[in-house]
């Protein structure tokens, strides 16, 4: 659809049709058919006057004419639109003043300076988003209409009013662009296997000696206790709440600082020498015991000196579980780069599978965090929507009625008015 639209603004379309009817012309007296010759003269060229009418024309003024700045390159948009605004003074009524003259006036009030590129990209990006999103054939007004007449049918009972249609039209216009819009950001800040980990919140582990618990009932907690010990997205923004000092109670058996803040327990120079002694071995639960006991013998044998060791690899990994906590999961769009460059980008390669596993609430908890902060929340759609839903919580109005709402549209419309007059 971009192609198409954007072979229609810059006039190429209607070029290459009046171009195909040339032809056309040339190669009929090889026809040899002087019957028609009349006909088919005048058939084609009123097709190509229709065709220029509707093709080409309006490509030769605005608004159509501001889409040509996408086919340049940003180093000649300053000598282009220098050219649109001197259009402007000496016929104003030939720039539209609905789109042309509010891009020409946003570079004209001190956006517009060669030194200033980011104006340049907004616009840019602007006219990328109008040629991607606007209907430019009858087929997308058709849907439309398809798509409104579905929402509204009613198989019995009295049709919904002309208030109540725009209602219900705008509210699910609103709610589609924003499900698009969610996985979208979810995709981009979000975790791929945060499904997965919600659902296993919470949830008893399992060994190569407790395999046999998970077709076992008596080995899982009950229903109420597992509900409670479970995670979810309310839960994960009362968490976050709570952790900003919100005066949202936290939810029960997640509440304290010691989840909020202290992601994972202080490591100890024995549990250093208790995994390397430990590394590699498969054992039986009383061989296992056994073994235990002589790491602890070893380790009450050996001198302040030796201990010394230890207690600065416990430092170093403690250190470095404390960064890979609040390090979010990588997101699903991010998943190849990160893990050609995992051993310079993230903390958490630094560490085993099992010291991973015990971070992971807390890295859920950082990566819904940044997917709740994401920057296009306010610079889409106006700011409109939120994580929470398609029309943020702040933006909800329980109060007013319908004539206040109607008098604050009024006021606005007469303020708008009385602006464009000046």
């Given at each position: 659809?971009?192609?198409?639209?954007?072979?229609?603004?810059?006039?190429?379309?209607?070029?290459?049709?009046?171009?195909?009817?040339?032809?056309?012309?040339?190669?009929?007296?090889?026809?040899?058919?002087?019957d028609?010759?009349?006909?088919?003269?005048?058939?084609?060229?009123?097709?190509?006057?229709?065709?220029?009418?509707?093709?080409?024309?309006?490509?030769?003024?605005?608004?159509?004419?501001?889409?040509?700045?996408?086919?340049?390159?940003?180093?000649?948009?300053?000598?282009?639109?220098?050219?649109?605004?001197d259009?402007?003074?000496?016929?104003?009524?030939?720039?539209?003043?609905?789109?042309?003259?509010?891009?020409?006036?946003?570079?004209?009030?001190?956006?517009?300076?060669?030194?200033?590129?980011?104006?340049?990209?907004?616009?840019?990006?602007?006219?990328?988003?109008?040629?991607?999103?606007?209907?430019?054939?009858?087929?997308?007004?058709?849907?439309?209409?398809?798509?409104?007449?579905?929402?509204?049918?009613?198989?019995?009972?009295?049709?919904?009013?002309?208030?109540?249609?725009?209602?219900?039209?705008?509210?699910?216009?609103?709610?589609?662009?924003?499900?698009?819009?969610?996985?979208?950001?979810?995709?981009?800040?979000?975790?791929r296997?945060?499904?997965?980990?919600?659902?296993?919140?919470?949830?008893?582990g399992?060994?190569?000696?407790?395999?046999?618990?998970?077709?076992?009932?008596?080995?899982?907690?009950?229903?109420?206790?597992?509900?409670?010990?479970?995670?979810?997205?309310?839960?994960?923004?009362?968490?976050?709440?709570c952790?900003?000092?919100?005066?949202?109670?936290?939810?029960?058996?997640?509440?304290?600082?010691?989840?909020?803040?202290?992601?994972?327990?202080?490591?100890?120079?024995?549990?250093?020498?208790?995994?390397?002694?430990?590394?590699g071995?498969?054992?039986?639960p009383?061989?296992?015991?056994?073994?235990?006991?002589?790491?602890?013998?070893?380790?009450?044998?050996?001198g302040?000196?030796?201990?010394?060791?230890?207690?600065?690899?416990?430092?170093?990994?403690?250190?470095?579980?404390?960064?890979?906590?609040?390090?979010?999961?990588?997101?699903?769009?991010?998943?190849?780069?990160?893990?050609?460059n995992?051993?310079?980008?993230?903390?958490?390669?630094?560490?085993?599978?099992?010291a991973?596993?015990?971070?992971?609430?807390?890295?859920?908890?950082?990566?819904?965090?940044?997917?709740?902060?994401?920057?296009?929340?306010?610079?889409v759609?106006?700011?409109?929507?939120?994580?929470?839903?398609?029309?943020?919580?702040?933006?909800?109005?329980?109060?007013?009625?319908?004539?206040?709402?109607?008098?604050?549209?009024?006021?606005f419309?007469?303020?708008?008015?009385?602006?464009?007059?000046?």
């Amino acid at each position: 659809s971009v192609a198409i639209f954007m072979a229609f603004a810059s006039g190429e379309m209607g070029a290459n049709l009046l171009s195909s009817y040339t032809e056309l012309l040339n190669k009929f007296p090889s026809l040899n058919a002087p019957d028609v010759s009349f006909e088919y003269f005048n058939i084609c060229i009123g097709s190509m006057a229709e065709c220029w009418r509707r093709l080409v024309l309006p490509t030769l003024f605005f608004p159509w004419k501001i889409f040509r700045l996408l086919s340049l390159d940003t180093d000649r948009w300053p000598e282009e639109i220098s050219k649109y605004k001197d259009t402007k003074k000496a016929c104003p009524h030939c720039v539209d003043y609905e789109f042309s003259t509010m891009i020409l006036d946003f570079l004209d009030g001190g956006h517009g300076s060669d030194e200033d590129v980011s104006s340049f990209v907004q616009i840019e990006r602007f006219l990328w988003d109008v040629a991607t999103y606007a209907p430019i054939s009858s087929d997308l007004v058709e849907c439309m209409h398809g798509f409104a007449q579905a929402t509204l049918h009613r198989f019995r009972g009295s049709k919904p009013s002309d208030e109540v249609a725009q209602e219900r039209m705008v509210w699910r216009c609103v709610t589609r662009s924003y499900s698009k819009l969610r996985d979208f950001l979810w995709c981009k800040y979000g975790d791929r296997n945060m499904g997965h980990r919600i659902h296993r919140f919470g949830k008893r582990g399992h060994n190569q000696y407790t395999q046999q618990c998970e077709a076992n009932d008596s080995c899982q907690p009950p229903e109420r206790k597992r509900a409670r010990m479970s995670m979810s997205v309310a839960k994960m923004d009362a968490l976050l709440a709570c952790s900003q000092g919100s005066s949202i109670q936290a939810p029960r058996k997640l509440a304290g600082d010691k989840f909020l803040f202290q992601t994972t327990f202080d490591l100890s120079r024995w549990n250093i020498f208790q995994r390397k002694m430990m590394a590699g071995k498969q054992l039986s639960p009383g061989e296992w015991k056994a073994e235990i006991q002589k790491c602890s013998n070893l380790w009450a044998e050996m001198g302040k000196s030796e201990k010394a060791v230890y207690d600065a690899e416990a430092a170093a990994e403690q250190a470095i579980r404390e960064n890979a906590a609040h390090e979010p999961f990588p997101a699903k769009r991010m998943m190849q780069e990160f893990e050609s460059n995992a051993a310079e980008s993230s903390a958490a390669q630094q560490l085993c599978r099992n010291a991973r596993s015990t971070i992971a609430k807390q890295r859920l908890l950082t990566t819904y965090s940044r997917f709740k902060e994401a920057p296009e929340w306010a610079e889409v759609d106006s700011g409109l929507a939120s994580a929470e839903g398609a029309v943020k919580l702040d933006c909800i109005d329980l109060t007013s009625t319908d004539t206040d709402i109607r008098q604050q549209w009024d006021s606005f419309a007469a303020i708008h008015d009385n602006s464009n007059l000046c």
